[in-house]
């Protein structure tokens, strides 16, 4: 079982940064994909950004420039820089990781965040 703690939204002023982090604890597991939805209110949860145990990145087009993702494969964290943000970025984010059963490698399932605010308006 993996559990995703995140942190790190808020309000902030259009232009303006956030930075949230995600922490995958656990055991007998190995996790590769790490990532980020949205969810913005009346619409379809939306894939924004993800990074592979290899470090490949890729990104939705609407944040491409601005946003940036990284991760410690020891620590099992994500971490999502938005800069120069929009009041069209305002979203419920979740945290997300695929992760590999040990024991049982056949076994791969996606885990979620709790979801963390991010509010941005002057």
């Known amino acids: 079982q993996v559990q995703l703690v995140e942190s790190g939204g808020g309000l902030v002023q259009p232009g303006g940064s956030l930075r949230l982090s995600c922490a995958a604890s656990?055991?007998?597991?190995?996790?590769?994909?790490m990532g980020w939805y949205r969810q913005a209110p009346g619409k379809e949860r939306e894939l924004v950004a993800w990074?592979?145990?290899?470090?490949?990145?890729n990104f939705v087009d609407s944040v491409k420039g601005r946003f940036t993702i990284s991760r410690d494969n020891v620590k099992n964290t994500v971490l999502l820089q938005m800069n120069s943000l929009k009041p069209e970025d305002t979203a419920v984010y979740y945290c997300?990781?695929?992760?590999?059963?040990?024991?049982?490698?056949?076994?791969?399932?996606?885990?979620w965040g709790q979801g963390t605010q991010v509010t941005v308006s002057s």
């Open positions: 997300y990781a695929d992760a590999r059963d040990i024991t049982f490698p056949s076994l791969v399932r996606r885990y």
């Open positions: 656990g055991s007998g597991f190995s996790v590769y994909t």
């Open positions: 990074i592979t145990v290899g470090g490949s990145t």
